[in-house]
Nanobody, 125 residues
Framework: QVQLVESGGGLVQAGGSLRLACAAS????????MGWFRQAPGKEREFVVA????????GYADSVKGRFTISRDNAKNTVYLQMNSLKPEDTAVYFC??????????????????WGQGSQVTVSS
């Protein structure tokens, strides 16, 4: 069992930056692929970015490529999402998720086994 707790959301002006953190409980964190998804009001949850257990494989949605960066610190059981050059369309609840796969990552939310409670990110124009 893995519990995930996000932090770092908030309100920022367009062009600004935020860093989200997702702290995981459990000793098997290092074996999980970690992903970030987001859900805006009235829209479906969408893939943002993921990182495999070794941090050697990452994947980004086209909409955030070049602006967002995912990283992980396995010693701290934490995954981070650095978000730069934020746009109003980035406004959403951001969720971190854990996938028990042993290689690569998935863009499909249904493949993830554990989810955090979500953190609100609001970007004003």
């Amino acid at each position: 069992q893995v519990q995930l707790v996000e932090s770092g959301g908030g309100l920022v002006q367009a062009g600004g930056s935020l860093r989200l953190a997702c702290a995981a409980s459990g000793r098997t964190f290092t074996s999980y692929t970690m992903g970030w998804f987001r859900q805006a009001p009235g829209k479906e949850r969408e893939f943002v970015v993921a990182i495999d257990w070794s941090a050697s494989i990452t994947g980004y949605a086209d909409s955030v490529k070049g602006r967002f960066t995912i990283s992980r610190d396995n010693a701290k059981n934490t995954v981070y999402l650095q978000m730069n050059s934020l746009k109003p369309e980035d406004t959403a609840v951001y969720f971190c998720a854990a996938d028990r796969r042993t290689y690569g990552f998935s863009r499909n939310s249904g493949d993830y086994d554990y989810w955090g409670q979500g953190s609100q990110v609001t970007v004003s124009s």
